[in-house]
């Protein structure tokens, strides 16, 4: 029981020195990919850089000892940071003390939700947010943030709380790029991009072995770091005006304390939503798809309860919201992690960095934490999805365009405010139009199938219709119009069939309709019939006086209901050539 909600009692029972060697060599890598990229994020979030470490200190403790993914890497990354910076934005300015406040206060009470929908069992949440919609908001969101980080690349002041705002003030000040600037960024981010592809085959072609290859390419942005360092001091680039981090503080994350005023926390709470929802559905995402890779599993519930320890715990060590990244989390698996403990190493070398390396940090030109940025968040923006959702689902393409836009016209909290509105828009208006077939049957079998669709039998005076859907009270008077619609069609009928194999519920409005139904058929002389009705679905019927009231029958197939209803057309039985046996 206690394991339920502390998974690293059940982990931590087979921990051996083989798993701890695998945790120690991805820890390893995962570091030295996470100190630029923690860096990087925070100035992203709009804080001090040093805070990207303290983010990936504790937090990542938190997780490994309550989180149930073996391989999910937990830290800052791009889309959080940026909702970060637009939610902390709105209520101080960057660079004050209140800015870092609000940040803080995000990560508290992100997490504090984030747990408290873990303990009450609300992973399902995860579903309220569509894959159109998380991949428009994460494909706007990759190109809000890319250019964000090219006035750093150009060494210009510009700003833009939106897409076409950003892109005018880099037009309006594209006459002062800074030369040197540019000098380090241009190739920063073009050596960032080979490495992210081409460096591993080089170095296997210079005869490394894969692995080791692997491993040396993943530490490219740490050579980047290195090497705009040096050139920063060899040719005095502060003086040139190129911006560099400056002084980042040594030591441990300190305690920090969440703000509790009031005022603040209602401003802030409908972003820390938000935050951790997005946060949550992209770490679970991530998670779900390494855990099948091994045959593994996670429970959503208690990668809540994970993910808001963390949050708590960057929040009091003075951090800002953090989630799992899929990159980080990609790397984390394939150098061979196998249980959370990598994570807890990984905070202990960026706790050694943030004790040690930073004052050698003073000379990184802040390009080049641009750069990583840049590199990193273009792999998310995906250029395919929208033209495979416009030709299989016009209802989900306008979900993920709507998702686009308005992210990137009004921001990341309206985005995806306005791509989970337009998403249930589009569900409602679709349950409350659901697909209905007449059904004929499939001549030599039992099978009926769409008249529309397929060659099958019918007879004018019975009606078998099927129902694709619940019956709720978003179709209810639908249903109702569309059997009366199609009864005025066919002026022979005797019988009218429902077909339930699709319908899984039917709700006090949808009960109410078949009432309507059965009665205006029975003074209009008709029968109507269920047919395939489910068992959960029939237990709720015999509750109530409809069954009783019906004025045909329940029937246990629709093979056996058109069989009836075809007998009886309301002929004489005797007249020679009578067909109607031989046709059933």
Known sequence: MLARYLPILEWGRTYNTGVLTNDLVAAIIVTIMLIPQSLAYALLAGLPPVVGLYASILPLVAYAIFGTSRTLAVGPVAVVSLMTASAAGAVAAQGTAEYLEAAITLAALSGVMLAVLGLLRAGFLANLLSHPVVSGFITASGLLIATSQLKHILGVKAGGDNWPDMLGALAGAIGDTNPWTLAVGIPATLFLFWVRTG???????????????????????????????????????????????????????????????????????????????IGFVESVSVARTLAAKRRQRISPDQELVGLGAANIAS?????????????????????????????????VGIALASLFLTPLLYSLPVATLAATIIVAVLSLVDMKTPGQLWRYSKADFAAHAATIAITLLAGVELGVIAGVAVGLLLYLWAASRPHAAIVGRVPETEHFRNIARHKVFTAPHVLSLRIDESLTYLNAHWLEEFVMEQVAEHPELRHVILMCSAVNAIDASGLESLEAINHRLSDGGIKLHLSEVKGPVMDRLERTHFVEELGGQVWLSQARAFAHALADDGRDRSEPGDMARGLI
Do not use: H
């Open 199 to 277: 460096a591993k085959p080089a170095l296997q072609r210079l005869g490394l072995a894969p692995r080791v290859a692997d491993i040396v390419a993943k530490a490219g942005p740490v050579v980047a770091v290195m090497l705009t360092i040096l050139g920063a001091i060899a040719f005095d680039l502060e003086a040139k005006g190129v911006a560099l981090v400056g002084e980042v503080p040594q030591g441990l994350p300190p305690f920090a304390m969440p703000s509790t005023d009031l005022a603040l926390i209602g401003q802030l709470w409908v972003p820390a939503l938000l935050i951790s929802i």
């Open 315 to 347: 929040a009091f060590s003075g951090g800002y919201p953090v989630t799992g990244g899929f990159a980080r989390s990609a790397v984390n698996f394939d150098a061979g992690a196998e249980t959370p403990a990598a994570g807890a190493f990984t905070a």
